[in-house]
């Protein structure tokens, strides 16, 4: 199906009802039912610490959060890849890192930039990196990651591998140049990759009918010459189904495919957003009756998969797991000091040996004669 | 007079403006209905409707792009880049457009666009959302480079770059977007662009800042007091062109120099400052002038506030030129 | 025509036969016959004019050039523009200069850098500025006036003209982020706008099929929701037609069109370029047989309205004009030493003076010390 | 030992390296069937093939944005932009992606990129074919900044940029891409990043350059001995880390400092160097450190004879600090 451009003709690809009821004549992807378990269990434990860390944030402990609530089957375009394909993630796609086994622990660590954070506690919340799991380091400037996945996927390519890279981003950056440019070297290179843009309708403030005047955002695949798809991006195994052919067509040499994952930001941006002053309060409440959690907890129901029991248990199983991580990352102290001056280039460089000295020399100097005044070396939440 | 935070004095220049000359715009991500992520252009859109305050694509390089074509055709755009971090996309647009419209064309075609975007750390906001980049647009010529410290300054300064026909890059310091306050006249009024202001008098040593680092040589010079030392500090307000008369006219009462900036050391503006002093004043000078400054790595996020200039490394700089 | 987006249907707009012959059952656009002698006669001047400069170029008198020979009738897509209507020109458009009034003397000038350049011998041959004929000032960055085309047009409209803007850019361009960003604009605001992308298969070394795997670059219109159109572009009254419909429905408020004008570099890149090291010699061949100005000719004749002796008269006329033109500007001086400092600003600052100042002094210690010295402040060539 | 121009040191760099180490790809705009528009890589591609020498589409974001990808998975890629005036649309990608790799994900994703780019004027390019951007990556921490200014070196740094794993960018004079001739040898040899040359001994006064500039600062020094001046030439080599032992070792011995540079003065990295040195010499220096520079101007077509450095003011420049 993604052989001819989905987007000529502007299908939307679903499987399951808004309930989770499969839709009469709706071919159903064949995924074990393990697989499928596992994905309703990371998507319940990404809405679950969602709305713990929102909670935390709220509570002034942590500096910011970014949630994807609504939006959590989009996440599961990664579901079909390999662990050894990589993914080129923007914020919002919490799921993605769960499922190939970022942990809880981890995430936290990140938010609160502790001594145990991936990443050194050198970028803000939900900018982390996993390089073990082939999650690449997310940046704040929207769309860079685009290019950087055609350029892994031909590497890929160049080195004799079959790996498939896989960027995520939003509709708004779209309209960045990072996107153009991305998708028309993949286009001309036939790059191993597949592009899943999340399309919750708004950037921040911005809805997405000032971000484009094309019919729809799979329609942009035409000008690259790689097919468009669009799925409803609320419908997990539509996803996984539309996700699985394109990277399976990428790594069989058939080249790229943008995939267009049509869902809807139930909340704010972030947790510095207020969307009551742009939007209309009730247009959530539209989305909230197509909740991907609800279609997935359905469907695993009607298949006799899952039951309200096993669901009570999980819940509780993920609250303690987040809450014995976010105790234990309270308790860890920042990064040093001296970690201010690593990874800069490979080797430390003479000039920033001579600031790390006088940075240590100049915080003993004050210590030294008003004890306590510099600022504890501990992450400030 | 009213009191205001930077926020309500840039808005309130924006607004005086736009009131003044139909042909000024706004444009940027976030500008219209929601009035900017700092909230710098609200109610804007409701006076002046969709067409005055525009909403736009996801694209720095389409705003400062589209924005250039207005200023040719005879608007007066002022494009907001939401975060100085994300100016970059833009780059081209701005250094090879933008700043040498005018003279590639022979003067045909001047470009009067004021590209606003807060800059700074001290907001947890980690590598993308706190850089201080002026030291690329002070060396690009054909540019204007505006950073005002304080709401009065912000609004005066903003309304006289509306009122000229050069580009100009002006920088307001988010960290203290809201926590700056001062009186602010509701009405119009300008601040000269390339005057400098003496926010602190003193004699032994000149402590040059502008924008947030205003507020941290002032504190410095609040503990230098203490020490019995007079610290004389200097709000540059302008960066380029920057006022070299009054960088002078200190140093010749005072004979040293100490100079803040929130940027990485290695080529910022601090290194012109004292390449353009000792050029001129070296036979004034008693010691050597020393930068404080934010280190040569990308502004990290856990240790932000090791990394920020603080009043007391700016202490220690000027013990350490008295002591030479 | 335009409403439809031709793209998707990839159809060719021709009118005109290789030989200039109406092609059976093609429309004739309705341009007056004065309209369409003036054309040849600017098309013609173009030609020779790229001619006679690049043998000016070979015998070192002249730096840089950049011959347009073979793509002329793309040009005329701004023919059907009103004078008050602005042109973001490429490098590669001489004819759209000729057309709107700039003189073969100015021209000249400009590639000389001497005295009378309009733009003061502040850029390299090419790259001029009209404003009175509002012709935009040409930069060296590919795409980047696309974007400034949008924002003007979007001026016009806003201060109450009914001005259009087009720009002008080859197929390569299309792959740079300033393309996305300035057509997805236009798309979002409907701008009064027209893009003109001169496919001429080549991007000096590199073909159009490694610049993007779209079916065509008329087809990248659908990802901003504009029509997209596709014209023979050696055939003018093809190009004058589809381009008179796009400015027209922009004028009327209809919103941007994009033209893919197909064309061929006949020859080098530019004076500096040397085709026969990466492309088949024979490849230009094929398109001479299609060449814009004999086909015009053809037409021309067989409607009537031209004679051998009127082409060697305007032959003539064209040769003393250019010859004319480059015996003044030899003459003339470069540009005053101390105008390297003008229209930095708007008011020259502190800093400049100074720098003037020392500039002047230093040539005249120099001067006095070794008379003749400092370089002439004459354009070199 | 053959004799080569800086072309065919860089070449012969790229191809040496490419067969010593398969992960080598060079990819931009031309540099494939054509060899580049200054010819750097022709050859190349018959050698290694369309997948090691890759024309790109024309996107300058595109050709960093895929080598930064490649690198991440374990090429090493080695972009060339055209002109360094066209680096521009690629400055987000090399400012805020690459240069931060490294240091944003504490160290996991390491991005060894050597950009390859002609820099300076002197050709008749005008604004677009002649700027020297270095002091905008020396302001970026997490990039290395190489200038060679003969074809020895432009070999030996370019084997040693391949070889290390940051990224670098690698500026080339594309003024005396073919009139600097000079004996290299056909195989392997590394210079050391970070280490300055004196390419002629002198004691009176240090004349610091680069690229471009290092030819010019021969000429005037050449010139001062006429005059009985004897002055120290030293070639930065590489900009960012700078070697300043050299500079602080030379200006202990002369006192004295004339540092010239084609970018613009304002916040060009002579500002830097002078900063730099001092806050660590100042008790050594005798006259104030002077600067001949490209003027605060985009960079002209007609006049560029009358902007960039000539031997000439170089001299003028010597004289005045030896006259202070
Ligand atoms: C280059 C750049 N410009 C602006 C921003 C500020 N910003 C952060 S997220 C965002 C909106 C992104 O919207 P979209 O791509 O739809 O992703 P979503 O947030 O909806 O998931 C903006 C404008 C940025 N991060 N990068
Ligand atoms: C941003 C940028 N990158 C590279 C160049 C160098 N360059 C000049 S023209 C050109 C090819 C342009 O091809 P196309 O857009 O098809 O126009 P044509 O020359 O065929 O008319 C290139 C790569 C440039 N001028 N600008
Ligand atoms: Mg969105
Ligand atoms: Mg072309």
């Known amino acids: ?381 | 007079m009213p009191t205001m935070n930077i926020i309500e004095a840039v808005r309130s220049a924006l607004q005086t403006q736009m009131r003044a000359d139909p042909r000024v715009v706004v444009l940027g991500e976030d500008v219209g209905k929601f009035g900017g992520v700092f909230r710098a252009t609200s109610g804007l859109y409701d006076e002046f409707g969709a067409d005055r305050v525009i909403d736009t694509p996801l694209a720095e390089a389409g705003i400062i792009g589209t924005a250039i074509g207005m200023a040719l055709y005879g608007l007066r755009p002022v494009p907001e880049i939401q975060f100085g971090d994300f100016i970059f996309p833009a780059f081209d647009q701005i250094v090879n457009e933008l700043a040498k419209f005018r003279y590639r064309s022979g003067g045909q075609y001047p470009c009067p666009v004021v590209i606003r975007t807060p800059v700074g750390g001290g907001i947890r906001g980690g590598h993308y959302h706190s850089q201080s980049p002026e030291a690329l647009f002070i060396h690009t010529p054909g540019l204007k480079v505006v950073a005002p410290s304080n709401p009065y300054d912000a609004k005066g300064l903003l309304l006289a770059c509306m009122r000229q026909n050069d580009p100009v890059l002006f920088m307001e310091p988010k960290r203290i977007y809201r926590a700056s306050k001062a009186d602010v006249p509701e009405g119009e009024y300008t601040i000269e662009l390339g005057k400098a202001q003496i926010v602190r008098d003193g004699t032994q040593v000149t402590v040059v800042a502008w924008s947030g680092m205003v507020e941290i040589a002032e504190k410095a010079a609040g503990l230098a007091a203490e020490a019995g030392i007079s610290a004389e500090v200097l709000d540059l307000r302008t960066l380029m062109p920057f006022d070299i008369d009054a960088l002078l006219t200190s140093v010749h009462k005072t004979g040293r120099v100490v100079i803040v900036h929130e940027a990485p050391r290695t080529c910022g503006f601090g290194a012109e400052l004292i390449a353009s002093i000792q050029e001129r004043a070296m036979a004034h000078l008693e010691a050597p002038i020393i930068r404080v400054t934010g280190f040569d790595t990308p502004f990290p996020y856990s240790l932000e506030h090791e990394y920020l200039p603080n009043p007391d490394r700016v202490l220690g700089a000027i013990r350490q030129t008295l002591e030479w």
Chains 1, 3 share one sequence.
Request: glycine share 8%; charged share 25%.
């Open chain 1, 1 to 381: 199906m993604v052989a001819v451009p989905a987007s000529e003709k502007d299908e939307l690809r679903r499987v399951l009802d808004d309930d989770g009821t499969p839709l009469p004549g709706a071919r159903i992807p064949s995924i074990p039912d393990a697989v499928l378990t596992r994905m309703y269990e990371v998507m319940a434990l990404t809405r679950l610490f969602d709305d713990r860390m929102m909670r935390l944030q709220r509570q002034g402990r942590l500096g910011f959060y970014m949630k994807s609530i609504g939006e959590e089957a989009s996440h599961f375009a990664a579901a079909p890849l390999r662990a050894s394909d990589w993914v080129f993630p923007s914020y919002r796609e919490q799921g993605a890192w769960f499922w190939r086994g970022y942990t809880v622990q981890q995430y936290v660590d990140q938010l609160f930039g502790n001594q145990d954070d991936p990443i050194k506690g050198r970028q803000m919340p939900v900018h982390g990196s996993a390089s073990w799991l082939n999650l690449v380091s997310i940046s704040s400037p929207v769309g860079t990651q685009i290019p950087q996945a055609v350029g892994a996927a031909f590497a890929a390519r160049a080195l004799g591998k079959d790996d498939v890279t896989m960027a995520f981003f939003g509709e708004g950056t779209s309209s960045t140049g990072e996107f153009h440019v991305g998708l028309n070297f993949a286009g001309v290179w036939k790059a191993p990759c597949v592009f899943v843009c999340r399309n919750n309708g708004w950037a921040i403030s911005v809805p997405s009918s000032v971000q484009t005047a094309a019919r729809t955002f799979a329609a942009k695949a035409i000008g690259y010459g790689m097919p468009g798809v669009r799925v409803d991006g609320n419908d997990v195994l539509a996803v996984w189904q539309v996700a699985s052919d394109a990277i399976e067509r990428a790594r069989a040499g058939g080249g790229p495919t943008l995939i267009e994952a049509l869902t809807y930001r139930v909340q704010g941006h972030s947790s510095s957003d207020d969307p009551s002053v742009y939007r209309d309060p009730d247009e959530p409440g539209v989305w909230q009756r197509k909740d991907p959690l609800n279609r997935l907890r359905g469907y695993l129901r009607h298949r006799g998969l899952w039951s309200e029991r096993q669901d009570a248990e999980l819940t509780e199983r993920h609250d303690r797991e987040i809450t014995a991580a976010l105790a234990a990352a309270d308790d860890k102290p920042g990064p040093a000091v001296e970690t201010l001056f690593d990874d800069v280039y490979d080797q430390l460089p003479w000039h920033l040996r001579e600031q790390r000295a006088y940075l240590l020399a100049q915080r003993r100097a004050v210590d030294h004669h008003h004890p306590g005044r510099t600022a504890p070396a501990t992450a400030k939440r």
